[in-house]
């Protein structure tokens, strides 16, 4: 069992498997002038599964896979199936924004997948289109509908709220959920810079006292905070001594950081 220095017991870990997307949310990824990872900087099946097999021996028993869009990366299936074998992960998901679940919801079922979250913003195909930058809303309603299909459930909804939202497209979200029964959060718009981030409602992040998370990132970061610039490299500390030194160095409560973009560390 893994209790840190504030006597939170950790269980969750959120591993983002890319910085790529194919959308370009305006609050998450910049229009242009993207850096991406170069290929080698990023984490292998390998090595993303010997930090989850290290960290479920510290403790771990929720593992949640995130990114940029962990559908575009190569070979996911097949990296669930992998992380799936391993003994001791009791809830296995996926933060996705849907736009390949029509594809990729039974594969990923069969291969072990418990159940994912699905981001929506709004159910309105302009808006849709603005706030990704170019998405298509038919294809999230695909996909939302093929996970179903496919048990990938409870099905929640990630719904970003925040000053600059009109209130409508959250609405239109809660009002899709209740027809559909399917669960919606809302995420309120967080600033990293500014260290502005608040509790998800209907969700367990950004509640300090209470959070029971480490993060890998997609170049094998481990970050005991989003909130905070602390990280551990597993490649240059082993995973054992990445994840012992980010618990215990996880902060008390976040702040702001550096970073401005959430995509490079897994929402
Ligand atoms: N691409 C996947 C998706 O969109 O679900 C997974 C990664 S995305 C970074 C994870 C979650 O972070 C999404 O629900 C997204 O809405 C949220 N997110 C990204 N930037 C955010 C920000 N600045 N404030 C609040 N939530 C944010
Ligand atoms: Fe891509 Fe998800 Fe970020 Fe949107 S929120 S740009 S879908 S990673």
């Keep these: 069992m ?29 229009a242009e002038g993207l850096k991406l990872l170069r290929h080698e900087d990023i984490l292998s099946f390998e090595e993303v599964v010997e930090v989850i097999r290290t960290a479920v021996d510290l403790g771990i028993r929720k593992v949640r896979l995130t990114g940029g869009e962990p559908l575009v990366r190569r070979g996911i299936v097949e990296l669930v199936r992998a992380i799936a074998a ?28 418990h159940r994912v979250n699905i981001s929506l913003d709004t159910t309105d195909p302009d808006r849709y289109r603005e706030i990704t930058r170019g998405g298509e809303i038919a294809r999230v309603f695909a996909g ?86 602390i990280s551990f490299s597993v490649r240059e500390l082993g995973a054992a001594q990445a994840l012992e030194r980010a618990v215990r160095e996880k902060p008390e409560a976040g702040g702001a950081c550096k970073h401005n973009w959430m995509h490079g560390i897994g929402g």
Excluded at 3 to 28: A, E, H, M, P, Q
Excluded at 176 to 198: K, P, Q, W, Y
Aim: aromatic share 6%.
């Design 86 to 113: 391993i003994d001791g992960i009791e809830d296995f998901g996926m933060t996705t924004n849907g736009t390949l679940l029509a594809e990729y919801a039974q594969p990923l079922a069969d291969a072990g997948l």
């Design 144 to 229: 939302i509908e093929a996970a179903g299909k496919a048990g990938l459930t409870p099905i929640k909804l990630n719904c970003v709220v925040g000053k600059c939202y009109p209130e409508v497209d959250a609405k239109s979200v809660k009002e899709f959920g209740r027809s559909t029964g399917l669960e919606v959060r809302n995420i309120h718009l967080m600033d990293f810079e500014a260290g502005r981030f608040s509790v998800v409602e209907g969700g367990s992040g950004g509640d300090c006292k209470r959070c029971n998370r480490l993060r890998l990132s997609s170049e094998g970061a481990i970050r005991p905070c989003l909130f905070s610039d």
């Design 2 to 30: 893994i209790i840190d220095r504030f006597g939170r017991k950790i269980t969750y870990l959120r591993v983002s498997v890319t910085d790529r997307c194919n959308l370009r949310c305006v609050y998450c990824m910049p």
